[in-house]
């Protein structure tokens, strides 16, 4: 993102746009009455009248208030209405701001709100709001779910519609089978995302409050997450979905825009003023020529909607996403590291080899020597800024500069370790079968970017020949621009990208779904293909 960005004040008639001068901007929310932005180095800067009642209008460090200073590190952020949530990297979740309804958590007569971030809950994976709601869910890693706040329209899913107020952090019961994916907060209601691998289709949306005044799509009110159920989805995969003040939108895998809730302003895109209690399909704006509707995106706050097209979000894997679920694999990890405590610490050679400077044993060693002087968590973090471009923690990053490739970006380490080859014995090699030649990939790479995004065109088999089939018969062209992409998220320069290479490829990736990469891969083809064209048309 960029290192400032540009707004409307809404409360300036004349509407001129203000530069916030933030630098390296990873992330922005907005509730109804505060505004947070989330750094590359992990910082939290706010603003709002809960936040800095002083001067409102200020953008204040807010990740720095946090009382513990070894827990000021921050992983992601999430606006409520009047309040701002942060998830530490320690997995920890504080909140800052207004606890009128005990969304913080705590009593709300003894604590009406705070101006400093107090810690809410530890072992937290995911925190879940909405920018006009006074309400949060925290989710731990087993996939338990908590909350607290205003529960006037039973829209906590806790069964209850005799408490308005929750002030105390309550686990929700009774909650379907599956990973939550998902879940949006209105005014009113609340929506869940389940995914369950074991169901057809494998995405259904919960959802639980008053049905009255949004798109809970049902006819009744419902105090707990019961299950959205619509002929027009039972048998399509759910992509996406947003939720408004009192409205849903849902994208389909079969390209369906559902919609459903309040549309007395024409939020839900129908043509008229009518609400709709239940799913509704709606006419899709045409798409562009060429593009997936895997890259297609919805956008719910208050009463407006957006439908867009976007394969950069965060939610979109990369090389650097990658490496770090590589680094938590630890059945491939091949070296140790003790800390000073005596943990121990597992990773990859072959990724530290390529990742330190002079690629030898020496800037191991000396690693081993840092990291045997510092913490369980510090040590975590240096690692994942070994594995990844992240700098996650500046101060810890000043210590590992002088062994690291620093300047060096992922695909190019990638490239590397692609081009020398494999080189040590002990660094098993993935052998591709295709015809009558064999390819061979360094075992770790293959099973980073094959297995992880779903094989594409590769299954890889449990017998111990460390073999991997192509079934795909793809073209020798096609098989080019896919080995390096692995490596690179790039295409090749120097191939010729033709309309049979994009019809190949596209079958692969529709196939297995392989559009959750950055950059897509089938984008990249198009741009390719189009700016071949007009190459060619300008030579003309």
């Known amino acids: 993102m960029n290192d400032s960005i540009e707004y409307l004040n809404q409360n300036d008639p004349n509407q001129h746009l203000k530069k916030i001068q933030i630098e390296n901007i990873q992330k922005v929310t907005v509730g109804d009455y505060n505004e947070s932005i989330l750094t590359i180095e992990r910082n939290v800067f706010a603003k709002g009248r809960n936040i800095n009642p002083e001067n409102p209008k200020e953008f204040i460090n807010i990740s720095s208030l946090i009382q513990d200073t070894n827990d000021r590190i921050i ?12 998830l530490t990297s320690n997995q920890n979740a504080y909140g800052i701001g207004n606890n009128y309804y005990g969304q913080l958590g705590f009593n709300s007569k003894t604590l009406p709100k705070t101006e400093k971030p107090i810690l809410m809950m530890k072992n937290v994976s995911k925190i879940f709001s909405g920018d006009t709601s006074d309400h949060v869910f925290l989710l731990n890693p087993n996939q338990e779910l908590f909350t607290c706040g205003w529960n006037y329209y039973s829209k906590l899913g806790l069964s209850s519609k005799k408490l308005p107020v929750i002030n105390k952090l309550t686990k929700i019961q009774n909650i379907p089978k599956g990973k939550i994916i998902d879940i949006q907060s209105g005014y009113t209601y609340s929506i869940m995302l389940i995914e369950n691998e074991n169901e057809n289709p494998k995405r259904k949306l919960y959802s639980c409050g008053n049905y009255k005044y949004n798109g809970l799509g049902k006819y009744e009110d419902t105090y707990e997450f019961t299950e959205i159920k619509s002929s027009l989805f039972e048998n399509d995969n759910i992509l996406d979905f947003s939720g408004g003040n009192t409205h849903t939108l849902i994208l389909t895998a079969n390209s369906k825009l559902i919609g459903f809730g309040n549309n007395k ?9 009518e609400n709709k209690l239940i799913p509704i399909q709606i006419e899709l704006p045409k798409l562009r020529f060429n593009e997936n509707i895997f890259n297609y995106h919805i956008l719910c706050r208050n009463e407006k909607s957006f439908i867009y097209y976007s394969p950069f979000l965060s ?25 000073e405590n005596g943990e121990i610490i597992e990773a990859h050679k072959l990724i530290l ?10 800037q191991i060693e000396k690693l081993q020597e840092i990291i045997s002087t510092k913490s369980i968590k510090e040590s975590n973090q240096i690692f994942e800024m070994i594995y990844s471009n992240k700098i996650i ?15 060096e970006k992922i695909e190019e380490t990638m490239k590397r370790i692609y081009l020398n080859g494999n080189e040590n014995e002990n660094e098993k090699d993935f052998i591709i079968e295709r015809k009558e030649k064999q390819y061979k990939f360094p075992k770790l790479i293959l099973i980073m970017r094959s ?5 594409m065109f590769l299954s890889v088999t449990n017998d111990t020949s460390n073999k991997v089939t192509d079934y795909s018969e793809l073209s020798e062209e096609s098989f080019q621009i896919f080995e390096y992409w692995i490596y690179s998220n790039q ?3 120097g191939i010729q990208i ?8 596209k079958r692969g990736i529709d196939y297995f779904q392989l559009n959750q990469t950055y950059p897509n891969l089938f984008d990249l083809l198009i741009n390719k293909f189009n700016n071949q064209n007009q190459n060619q048309n300008e030579k003309k």
Do not use: H, M, W
Not at 75 to 86: E, F, H, M
Not at 315 to 339: A, H, Q, V
Not at 498 to 505: A, C, F, S, V
């Open 265 to 273: 302003f024409g939020q839900l895109g129908t043509g008229d003023t």
């Open 498 to 505: 033709t309309q049979e290479i994009i019809d190949e490829l």
């Open 315 to 339: 939610s979109f894997s990369n090389l650097e996403e990658d490496l770090i679920k590589l680094f938590r694999r630890k059945e491939f990890c091949d070296i140790s590291f003790k800390t």
């Open 451 to 455: 297995e992880l995004y779903r094989g």
């Open 353 to 362: 080899k390529y990742r330190l400077k002079d690629e030898n044993e020496n």
């Open 393 to 407: 923690n500046p101060k810890l990053y000043s210590e590992i500069k002088e062994i690291i490739n620093s300047n």
């Open 491 to 493: 295409i090749k320069d």
């Open 75 to 86: 992983q992601d952020i999430v606006c409520g209405a009047k309040s701002i949530y942060l």
